[in-house]
């Protein structure tokens, strides 16, 4: 079965193969952490949610959750078997580590890794004149905030791999004003994300309004915004400055891994994206 999964991507190399087989691996533990109650306490949220979900073309790396209501003492651990089952029975042996806190934070975080052996043998079979290469290592964070800012709304989305079953996630206007968030405010210390900057134009594309009040929410859940208003003016001016403040070389260069189509990105500049900006709907 993993095998006709990983066809339906059609790769073309071990590199294709590889980005496929993440996926593949996302989805079977969000069927996991479906048997096992995780999304009656928890909803999906983030690029990767966008990806498999709403068809958002670039591959992304890890699974972000939220927790529906503020629990600090949240663990992972009680669903991580179920999830290290799911794959057991798909004939995976995958380790799933959850990741001692050294300081209180908001977020409890696991890893999963699938075993060596079996990720040659998968891609060997589907790409059998491939020299295989296993570098780099497929290795999916888990994380989930455990100390949410309120206001968001989820719907169940259904997925059809490797069995039928729904999966709770954000809504798009609140994915969006997560993304923002993020795209806005991550603390990376000059680096940039370029996956922020290639779902916003996705966001906008799709004519996706965002949530200002969740976003507002959030900044102010973060500490980056201190008023208990914010208007549609005052969001445009934040991300007016982000965009005069970052290098689109860079965002190009962190971007073009994830993505099939480099070409997309020749349009990419300041400019364009001020021009972008002004079509953002608000909801």
């Known amino acids: ?155 169940e989305k259904l997925a059809l791999k490797p069995f039928s079953f729904y999966t709770k996630c954000f809504t798009l206007p609140d994915l969006f004003a997560g993304k923002m968030h993020a795209l806005l405010f991550r603390k990376w210390k000059g680096r940039v994300k370029g996956r922020d900057w290639f779902d916003l134009e996705w966001y906008i594309q799709k004519g996706v309004p965002l949530h200002l009040d969740h976003f507002r929410q959030r900044a102010i859940d973060s500490g980056d915004w201190t008023k208990k208003t914010m208007t549609e003016k005052q969001f445009n001016q934040l991300l007016t400055d982000k965009i005069k403040a970052i290098s689109f070389k860079a965002v190009k260069e962190d971007i073009i891994r994830f993505i099939p189509d480099a070409k997309v990105l020749e349009i990419w500049s300041a400019e364009y994206f001020n021009d972008l900006s002004e079509k953002i709907k608000f909801g």
């Open 1 to 155: 079965m993993i095998k006709e999964w990983l066809e339906t991507y059609k790769p073309a190399h071990t590199e294709d193969a590889l980005q496929a087989l993440r996926e593949i691996m996302q989805e079977i533990a969000l069927a996991g952490l479906q048997r096992s109650g995780f999304f009656e306490v928890a909803a999906f949220y983030g690029g990767t949610a966008l990806r498999i979900f709403h068809g958002l073309p670039r591959f992304s790396e890890d699974l972000d959750f939220s927790l529906l209501e503020k629990n600090n003492d949240f663990s992972l651990a009680p669903y991580l078997d179920g999830m290290e089952n799911e794959f057991a029975a798909l004939g995976i042996k995958v380790s799933v580590r959850e990741k001692s806190k050294t300081t209180i934070t908001a977020f409890d975080s696991a890893f999963l890794k699938p075993d060596t052996t079996w990720k040659e043998l998968i891609i060997k079979a589907v790409l059998p004149d491939e020299r295989i290469k296993l570098t780099p290592e497929i290795k999916i964070k888990l994380e989930v905030d455990t100390m949410p800012p309120p206001g968001f709304d989820t719907e």
